[in-house]
């Protein structure tokens, strides 16, 4: 039994307990071979048995009803977040929005004069701003 991709880590486990169910005299150990094998690769939980084996089924299903709770804990946190779903419904996502990126573009098409034209005129405006100085005269360096 191979635990699917979208499949939910206690989606997993109640279908692995039914087929379990269906094997008469299966051993513990092969029992907590198959359920490791069957296990996503990239998931937590794995990982987690990956850094600390169990010694019987009863730890492995007592760490596994750790990381569901975790895991639909996480989930009931993301729908409760009204901001992240009006984000993908727009298609944004903080860095990611479309139009970030050309508006960067766009800024760098500007020179050094006019970065100053637009800063000076901030320095009458009530918010301040000072201009950029200019440097274009440079001394040595003192050797001592």
């Given amino acids: 039994v ?4 979208d499949e939910s880590l206690r989606d997993y486990l109640t279908r692995f307990n039914r087929e379990l169910l269906t094997v008469k005299d299966l051993e513990p ?10 296990l996503r690769n990239n998931s937590a939980f794995t990982f987690s ?8 089924m009863t730890n492995l299903l007592r760490r596994a009803e ?4 975790a895991e639909e ?9 009204p901001w992240s779903g009006y984000q993908e419904e727009r298609g944004e996502h903080s860095r990611n929005a479309p139009g970030k990126k050309e508006k960067r573009h766009e800024r760098s098409d500007l020179t050094k004069d ?3 034209h637009k ?3 901030m320095g009458d405006s009530p918010k301040g701003g000072a201009p950029i ?3 274009n005269d440079f001394s040595p360096f003192l050797d001592t």
């Fill in 49 to 56: 048995l990956l850094k600390k084996p169990v010694e019987d």
């Fill in 29 to 38: 150990f092969f029992a907590m071979a198959a359920l490791n094998s069957g």
């Fill in 119 to 121: 800063l000076s005129r």
């Fill in 66 to 69: 750790k990381y569901v709770n």
């Fill in 73 to 81: 804990e996480m989930a009931a946190m993301q729908q409760k977040t």
């Fill in 114 to 116: 006019d970065l100053r």
């Fill in 2 to 5: 191979v635990q699917g991709r």
């Fill in 133 to 135: 100085p200019s440097y």
